[in-house]
């Protein structure tokens, strides 16, 4: 809509419409999460899903300047049939920090709330870490494996602490998110990798795994969802400042085999290698669907 104007002037624009939209739902959100500490669980089940229309309001706001400042052309497939009430597990590639707004925008109200799991330390972000605190998204402290040789008394708390913030998901409907790949695409972290596939990274199993074991009697659908920018990847600048012109997203559900559903993948060796091998080809056939984008979608000619 506002294509005419520089595109320094939409990404300021941009910026200012985001910073406005996270102020005024915080200043609505903080007061209910602060209610939400008392313990009488009828208030705080009110709360919670009053706290997630908040921020589904916030992604709201933000399709909206995105609408505003840009002019994207979307072609998604796959997500008509998602349910809002369901129960799921979500795992795309990930290629820039523009993936969680893409996802966010197309997936709103179409599907429970994404739950990312986020680093122990993000709960210290100003204003934004609040909000994820608030809004259930559990924070984890991973162990290195150098750490745990040398604390091996450490071993096991990560799954426990996965346990315990996948308890909070039990009474609502989630859709718990995990970029299996643990980082974005770089053709330096490919080549470091050694990747066998074309378009990915390597994917982590034990994140999803944990996740499984916590809530098998929850979870029995994986949204496995695969993002393409036929322009190559976007900075988040190029997205605040109307610069993306096409974005390419495909939905698949998934069934979860029920074996390896309440299975100890820390413990069970045997389990380990059978779900890293199911994780694998997932991830085989996710490299061979971007390939078909590339060929489908291919990046204009300069």
């Known amino acids: 809509m506002l294509s005419f104007l520089p595109a320094s002037v ?4 941009s910026a200012i419409l985001l910073i406005l939209n996270t102020l005024l739902c915080f200043s609505v959100l903080f007061p209910l999460a602060m209610l939400k500490l008392l313990p009488y669980k009828p208030l705080q089940a009110a709360c919670t899903r ?4 908040i921020a589904e309001f916030w992604m709201l706001c933000n399709s909206g300047w995105m ?3 840009g002019n ?8 008509e049939k998602l349910d809002h009430d369901g129960w799921y597990l979500v795992a795309s590639n990930h290629q820039s920090w523009v993936d969680i707004l893409v996802l966010q925008h197309n997936l709103n109200r179409r599907m429970p709330m994404l739950k990312f799991f986020l680093k122990q330390e993000l709960i210290w972000v100003p204003i934004i870490g609040i909000c994820w605190w608030a809004l259930d998204f559990p924070f984890m402290k991973r162990y290195t494996k150098a750490y745990l040789d040398r604390y091996p008394e450490k071993a096991g708390l990560d799954v426990a602490a996965t346990r315990k913030a996948c308890e909070k998901f039990k009474t609502t409907p989630v859709a718990v998110f995990n970029f299996l790949e643990g980082t974005r695409l770089t053709p330096s972290k490919h080549a470091q990798q050694n990747s066998p596939y074309r378009h990915l990274l390597r994917p982590k199993s034990g994140g999803v795994a944990f996740v499984l074991d916590a809530m098998g009697q929850q979870l029995r659908s994986i949204v496995d969802i695969t993002i393409h920018y036929p322009d190559g990847s976007p900075s ?4 605040l400042s109307g610069r993306i012109r096409r974005v390419v997203m495909r939905c698949q559900i998934r069934p979860i085999p029920t074996e390896f559903l309440g299975q100890n993948y820390h413990h069970d060796l045997q389990f380990r290698e059978a779900f890293q091998g199911w994780i694998n080809q997932l991830w085989q056939e996710k490299d061979e669907l971007l390939a078909q984008l590339y060929r489908d979608y291919p990046p204009p000619k300069k």
């Open 67 to 69: 609408k505003l400042t």
């Open 72 to 79: 994207i052309e979307w072609d998604i497939q796959g997500r």
């Open 10 to 13: 939409r990404g300021a624009l």
């Open 236 to 239: 988040f600048w190029d997205l």
């Open 50 to 53: 009053a706290l997630i229309r």
